[in-house]
């Protein structure tokens, strides 16, 4: 527990390297060109007192009162923009070497025409059950030639026996919940394919790894059991893990083929297998392999592992579905499984795996050898400078800030480095990004594209954007899909691509350019012609009515619904901003809208913990850093709107002030997102991405 003196006071640590040549930048209300160059600072540790706002009113006037609470809230910030310079720092060097020198150059690594078959990506993402069960299956490649149960070994034994020392008390390996079946039914499976192949040798071969038989079977009973009881228990409405309709009844096939087989009933067996049914139904798997010989990214390579049933994987072994380092779908699953059912033994796979484990980062290993995602680069670029672009816009906004000082003119700096980065991967990548750095057999997506085009937008004043891609690929009519093909929508995709167009629809009209007209394909494959303004009006109006009878949103990408919940009473609440639009929409005026986001505050403000906190619990609060730090930032932006509203600002203090004294901890400490918070962001696996949630951090404690 954090004491009464870490509460009164945070210290950051601050590792400045110098700054290189800084970038050119302009902005809407920002600087006309930052110096050359900017040299850092380099202290050792620098102190920040907190000290607290609640000052006697008898012992101050009021004259001195406000100014010791102005200068509460420049010390405060003055820690956030030393921390938010050391997070840039820490993600421009992962990403690049030499990134503040040249950040263009990473951009020419990220296609296979840059050839750097060695780069495995960039970004700090937790490990994952699911796919360290997935890699445990994989043979050797002695036994794949031979079959025989003599010759049977693993090909990462570390792997293997990393599920029989992790397994929780309830028998899961990923905690509880609808989030835990598909790495428990991986976990099993990898067990129970190792007793299937050693066969007659099964005991000896546990012996070689120094497994004891009756440990053996006591982790593989445990699993089961909890399988049975958690599935008994499922409503399929409550999971959306990526591909699980798929991944689930793969899994459960597979383990029906064990010797001897497992076999799983359960009430929503049936509504399961009807929904894999659905989607295998559209799946045009003869369409996807000559895509894929076209060099055409395709999206079922990420979830490679649910196919090994309906075709053969070593269709995949070519450059079509592999990228140039080995890797299959930026997954460990997918390589995987590659690796275990093709016919042919596969070693850029298995060489790339090697690499992934021999460098997995110790202060991560609790939960597993291998992340859900073998890189999140450009996703982890585009969230980090999101959170730091809402900053220093917000810097902006206030006509006290100094944008002189050395610390400013660093920040500015390095953001500049990162938009210019931003605008180099929009030319490589042919104006539409996919999350992943390195892999080009992953399809882009409107995601990450919006927020990268929404800040160099803002961000540079002169920047052209081509918005086809965008229109014709993921407008279906009605919203933004994030990819073709996928089962359920996403709501903050649409808000990202939103705050995109409306920026781009605003410079339209400053610059006399209205209306602007983009190409969108019909559902019969017809290009036409549509307004923008229509499309805008169109999404405001479906993001509107996605919002459940609770006044909040729920999403597919983070199990929160505080992340997609502040995501979306931003985009409306900047509706000020774009009165003809607003005027257009089903809120018609602005008393209409802000009764209607009003809600949403309410309901937040309703559910905060007694410690200040929103969300699940973590491992010393009832809620944790990451949702907190969302609906800090949503109440932040109700308070413009609302600036007298005192249960509005008592709540945001009570968030803030938890921030702090988790602020050292979450800023310093490595293992803290990984082993001290939940795992909210979706995949096949729930997982985290620590430095995203340090710039929310970071975003939710800066004073406007």
């Given at each position: 527990?954090?004491?009464?003196?870490?509460?009164?006071?945070?210290?950051?640590?601050?590792?400045?390297?110098?700054?290189?040549?800084?970038?050119?930048?302009?902005?809407?209300?920002?600087?006309?060109?930052?110096?050359?160059?900017?040299?850092?600072?380099?202290?050792?540790?620098?102190?920040?007192?907190?000290?607290?706002?609640?000052?006697?009113?008898?012992?101050?006037?009021?004259?001195?009162?406000?100014?010791?609470?102005?200068?509460?809230?420049?010390?405060?910030?003055?820690?956030?923009?030393?921390?938010?310079?050391?997070?840039?720092?820490?993600?421009?060097?992962?990403?690049?070497?030499?990134?503040?020198?040249?950040?263009?150059?990473?951009?020419?690594?990220?296609?296979?025409?840059?050839?750097?078959?060695?780069?495995?990506?960039?970004?700090?993402?937790?490990?994952?059950?699911?796919?360290?069960?997935?890699?445990?299956?994989?043979?050797?490649?002695?036994?794949?030639?031979?079959?025989?149960?003599?010759?049977?070994?693993?090909?990462?034994?570390?792997?293997?026996?990393?599920?029989?020392?992790?397994?929780?008390?309830?028998?899961?390996?990923?905690?509880?919940?609808?989030?835990?079946?598909?790495?428990?039914?991986?976990?099993?499976?990898?067990?129970?394919?190792?007793?299937?192949?050693?066969?007659?040798?099964?005991?000896?071969?546990?012996?070689?790894?120094?497994?004891?038989?009756?440990?053996?079977?006591?982790?593989?009973?445990?699993?089961?059991?909890?399988?049975?009881?958690?599935?008994?228990?499922?409503?399929?409405?409550?999971?959306?893990?990526?591909?699980?309709?798929?991944?689930?009844?793969?899994?459960?096939?597979?383990?029906?083929?064990?010797?001897?087989?497992?076999?799983?009933?359960?009430?929503?067996?049936?509504?399961?297998?009807?929904?894999?049914?659905?989607?295998?139904?559209?799946?045009?798997?003869?369409?996807?392999?000559?895509?894929?010989?076209?060099?055409?990214?395709?999206?079922?390579?990420?979830?490679?592992?649910?196919?090994?049933?309906?075709?053969?994987?070593?269709?995949?072994?070519?450059?079509?579905?592999?990228?140039?380092?080995?890797?299959?779908?930026?997954?460990?699953?997918?390589?995987?499984?590659?690796?275990?059912?093709?016919?042919?033994?596969?070693?850029?796979?298995?060489?790339?795996?090697?690499?992934?484990?021999?460098?997995?980062?110790?202060?991560?290993?609790?939960?597993?050898?291998?992340?859900?995602?073998?890189?999140?680069?450009?996703?982890?670029?585009?969230?980090?400078?999101?959170?730091?672009?809402?900053?220093?816009?917000?810097?902006?906004?206030?006509?006290?800030?100094?944008?002189?000082?050395?610390?400013?003119?660093?920040?500015?700096?390095?953001?500049?480095?990162?938009?210019?980065?931003?605008?180099?991967?929009?030319?490589?990548?042919?104006?539409?990004?996919?999350?992943?750095?390195?892999?080009?057999?992953?399809?882009?997506?409107?995601?990450?594209?919006?927020?990268?085009?929404?800040?160099?937008?803002?961000?540079?004043?002169?920047?052209?954007?081509?918005?086809?891609?965008?229109?014709?690929?993921?407008?279906?009519?009605?919203?933004?899909?994030?990819?073709?093909?996928?089962?359920?929508?996403?709501?903050?995709?649409?808000?990202?691509?939103?705050?995109?167009?409306?920026?781009?629809?605003?410079?339209?009209?400053?610059?006399?350019?209205?209306?602007?007209?983009?190409?969108?394909?019909?559902?019969?494959g017809v290009t036409r012609q549509a307004n923008l303004d229509n499309i805008i009006i169109t999404d405001i109006n479906w993001i509107a009515a996605q919002r459940n009878q609770n006044h909040f949103w729920k999403d597919k990408w983070n199990r929160?619904?505080?992340?997609?919940?502040?995501?979306?009473?931003?985009?409306?609440?900047?509706?000020?901003?774009?009165?003809?639009?607003?005027?257009?929409?089903?809120?018609?005026?602005?008393?209409?809208?802000?009764?209607?986001?009003?809600?949403?505050?309410?309901?937040?403000?309703?559910?905060?913990?007694?410690?200040?906190?929103?969300?699940?619990?973590?491992?010393?609060?009832?809620?944790?850093?990451?949702?907190?730090?969302?609906?800090?930032?949503?109440?932040?932006?109700?308070?413009?709107?609302?600036?007298?509203?005192?249960?509005?600002?008592?709540?945001?203090?009570?968030?803030?002030?938890?921030?702090?004294?988790?602020?050292?901890?979450?800023?310093?400490?490595?293992?803290?997102?990984?082993?001290?918070?939940?795992?909210?962001?979706?995949?096949?696996?729930?997982?985290?991405?620590?430095?995203?949630?340090?710039?929310?951090?970071?975003?939710?404690?800066?004073?406007?």
């Open positions: 527990m954090t004491s009464e003196k870490d509460k009164r006071s945070t210290i950051f640590t601050i590792a400045f390297r110098s700054v290189p040549s800084a970038v050119t930048c302009k902005s809407k209300k920002l600087y006309l060109r930052i110096k050359k160059s900017v040299k850092s600072k380099i202290p050792n540790r620098t102190l920040l007192r907190h000290v607290r706002s609640k000052v006697s009113s008898k012992d101050q006037s009021q004259d001195g009162h406000t100014s010791q609470i102005v200068q509460v809230e420049k010390s405060r910030n003055e820690g956030v923009i030393k921390a938010t310079i050391q997070l840039l720092c820490e993600a421009g060097t992962n990403t690049w070497p030499d990134f503040f020198n040249n950040p263009a150059e990473p951009a020419r690594h990220t296609v296979d025409e840059g050839n750097d078959t060695e780069w495995t990506g960039y970004g700090e993402i937790s490990m994952s059950p699911y796919d360290t069960a997935w890699v445990a299956m994989i043979p050797s490649r002695k036994y794949k030639a031979t079959q025989h149960p003599q010759d049977f070994e693993l090909a990462f034994p570390q792997c293997f026996t990393w599920l029989l020392q992790a397994q929780d008390e309830n028998g899961s390996w990923a905690r509880t919940g609808p989030g835990s079946i598909a790495p428990a039914l991986a976990a099993v499976l990898a067990l129970g394919s190792f007793r299937t192949r050693a066969a007659e040798f099964f005991e000896q071969k546990l012996a070689n790894l120094d497994i004891n038989m009756e440990h053996f079977n006591s982790v593989y009973e445990k699993g089961i059991e909890f399988l049975r009881i958690t599935l008994n228990g499922w409503n399929i409405d409550e999971l959306d893990m990526t591909g699980f309709e798929i991944v689930i009844p793969s899994l459960l096939s597979a383990l029906e083929k064990l010797t001897p087989s497992v076999t799983f009933d359960f009430p929503d067996k049936p509504r399961l297998y009807k929904e894999n049914q659905r989607k295998m139904n559209i799946i045009p798997i003869e369409a996807i392999f000559a895509l894929a010989a076209r060099r055409q990214p395709i999206t079922i390579v990420h979830s490679l592992e649910s196919f090994t049933n309906t075709f053969d994987m070593s269709r995949c072994q070519n450059e079509g579905f592999q990228a140039i380092n080995g890797s299959y779908g930026s997954s460990p699953a997918a390589t995987a499984a590659v690796l275990i059912a093709a016919q042919e033994w596969d070693e850029k796979a298995y060489a790339f795996l090697k690499k992934i484990i021999d460098n997995r980062p110790s202060h991560a290993s609790k939960f597993g050898f291998v992340p859900t995602l073998c890189d999140v680069g450009i996703f982890e670029t585009c969230w980090i400078s999101h959170c730091v672009g809402e900053m220093i816009m917000s810097m902006e906004d206030n006509p006290n800030t100094d944008f002189s000082t050395p610390d400013m003119q660093e920040l500015t700096s390095r953001n500049a480095a990162f938009i210019t980065y931003m605008k180099a991967l929009l030319k490589e990548q042919k104006g539409v990004l996919r999350w992943v750095s390195w892999d080009n057999r992953i399809p882009g997506d409107v995601d990450d594209t919006g927020v990268a085009n929404y800040l160099i937008r803002h961000f540079d004043a002169d920047a052209t954007f081509d918005l086809s891609p965008i229109t014709r690929t993921f407008w279906n009519g009605r919203y933004f899909i994030t990819y073709p093909l996928e089962r359920t929508f996403s709501v903050s995709v649409n808000v990202h691509i939103l705050n995109f167009l409306l920026s781009e629809r605003e410079r339209a009209r400053v610059k006399g350019t209205l209306p602007l007209m983009v190409p969108t394909i019909t559902k019969t929160s619904p505080w992340y997609t919940t502040m995501k979306s009473i931003q985009v409306l609440l900047s509706l000020h901003k774009y009165p003809e639009m607003l005027a257009a929409t089903s809120f018609k005026n602005l008393e209409t809208l802000h009764a209607y986001c009003r809600k949403s505050i309410d309901c937040a403000l309703s559910v905060q913990h007694e410690d200040g906190t929103w969300g699940e619990a973590s491992s010393d609060a009832q809620g944790n850093v990451e949702e907190t730090s969302y609906v800090v930032r949503m109440l932040k932006e109700g308070l413009r709107v609302w600036s007298e509203d005192e249960k509005l600002k008592k709540a945001l203090v009570g968030g803030q002030e938890y921030l702090l004294r988790h602020f050292d901890e979450a800023m310093n400490d490595k293992g803290f997102f990984h082993n001290k918070q939940p795992f909210l962001w979706v995949n096949k696996q729930l997982y985290t991405v620590p430095r995203i949630l340090r710039a929310s951090m970071l975003s939710a404690l800066w004073e406007d």
